[in-house]
């Protein structure tokens, strides 16, 4: 049986499946990503799963319940990273649903559901700047602008597809019909540090702030860096400087975050004014309004600020999921399997700033979260994160239980 150690293993082994030598970074669609889907298709055929990868690249699996084709319940997580990642975010999730499934085998056929797996190719979005990839096209919401998406080296989204030996024109087929799947259930790494706060191991998720995610460009001039007097200069990355500093102020009076992750100066010559600054900014908030009301706020400030130093401001948006909320009913079942495991009568309740599949799967399914204690302050999408071996066995128990009391609910 797969235990705590074993998902510690496996979560190392996949953690060696990197494009970047020095760490772990593993984009949509690459190589890398086809290894870690192997193995993860491997281990789903070991728990006595059938698999199969999906027309968008995600690695899939099913358990029959009492009897075949019957609707499923979902549970999964993602096998992407961002660049520079840690070796939890995403794929402790994937293990621990195959584990799950390894302990429902034996009793399958009591299973009022069959019992299917996704380990998603894309939440992050690192490669094409728009996230959740492959659980939109599971969740059928797939938008046929995404083929023209490129990612740094110019390759389309298309093309990647192509080069992954998936076929564009089948994405329709990633998606089950509605009906096919009746819930969906995610364990995942807090991402944040309340549960070491709270000395719990767990937590059951009530909702997922709405992020946006925004490609920005300031227009200058460049000019020499002797030469040109400051009445004269059209500096971009001094007017991009005063944006950042805005965002940060704006999101934080408002009680949303908002973060500048990527900034490039152009030309980039340590003796050349900056005639063109791109940077990105990712805008998350507990409600869409709130968070929407920070964004007009920042595009005025960058208004005033182009005006001001005679600078052109252009905007696109790479990525848009709204706000939304976990269904009543699992949330009860992940607090009873929590319960079951830890003994602790009421579970803490988490809001999460941080984004999950579960939020594109929310468009198909209800949904719940399990959340899982990372150590260090919750730090994640940095090499550092953690998790103990103890907090692992507590969120296996109370993942299969919570599948479990599902079962037992729709056959009582
Ligand atoms: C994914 O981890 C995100 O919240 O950006
Ligand atoms: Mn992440
Ligand atoms: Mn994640």
């Not at 991402?191 to 925004?214: K, T």
Request: charged share 25%; with cysteine; glycine share 10%.
């Amino acid at each position: 049986m797969i235990d705590a150690r074993e998902i510690l293993v496996r979560c190392d082994a996949l953690a060696r499946e990197s494009s970047d030598p020095n760490g772990i970074e593993r984009v949509y669609l690459s190589p890398e990503l086809a290894a870690v889907n192997r193995r993860a298709g491997e281990w789903m055929k070991e728990a006595g799963l059938t698999t199969w990868l999906d027309a968008a690249g995600n690695q899939r699996g099913r358990l029959e319940g009492r009897e075949p084709g019957l609707p499923a319940v979902l549970l999964g997580s993602h096998l992407d990273t961002v660049p520079n990642a840690g070796r939890f975010d995403g794929i402790l999730g994937v293990m621990l649903a195959i584990a799950v499934a390894e302990r429902l085998r034996e009793s399958a056929a009591e299973l009022p559901f069959a019992l299917e797996i996704a380990a998603f190719a894309d939440e992050e979005g690192t490669r094409f700047g728009t996230a959740l990839l492959g659980s939109r096209a599971l969740a059928g919401t797939w938008d046929d602008a995404f083929w023209h998406l490129t990612d740094d080296n110019g390759t389309t989204l298309r093309e990647a597809f192509v080069e992954f030996g998936l076929d564009p024109e089948r994405i329709a087929d990633a998606s089950p019909k509605r009906g096919e799947i009746v819930a969906y259930l995610e364990a995942h790494i807090e991402q944040g540090p309340y549960l070491e706060e709270a000395d719990l191991p767990l937590a059951v998720v009530s909702s997922i702030a709405g992020a946006r995610r925004f490609a920005l460009t300031l227009t200058g001039e460049a000019g020499h860096a002797g030469g040109v007097p400051f009445h004269r200069r059209h500096d971009a990355l001094a007017g991009a400087s005063e944006v950042v500093l805005a965002v940060e102020q704006l999101a934080r009076s408002a009680g949303c975050v908002a973060t500048v992750g990527r900034l490039q100066a152009f030309p980039g010559g340590v003796n050349v004014i900056p005639g063109r600054v791109e940077f990105s900014l990712d805008l998350r908030g507990e409600t869409d309004a709130a968070r929407d009301g920070v964004w007009l706020g920042i595009q005025a400030v960058a208004s005033e600020v182009c005006d001001r130093r005679g600078l052109a401001f252009a905007v696109e948006e790479t990525h848009n999921a709204p706000a939304v909320v976990a269904d009543a009913s699992l949330q009860d079942s992940i607090r009873a399997g929590i319960r079951t495991a830890t003994g602790e009568q009421d579970p803490m309740v988490l809001f999460s700033k941080a984004g999950h599949d579960a939020m594109a799967v929310a468009e198909l399914a209800p949904w719940a979260m399990l959340f899982i204690r990372n150590g260090h302050g919750g730090i994640s999408h940095h090499p550092d994160e953690t998790v103990t071996e103890a907090d692992v066995a507590v969120a296996l128990d109370a993942f299969e239980a919570a599948v479990r009391g599902l079962a037992a609910s729709q056959t009582a």
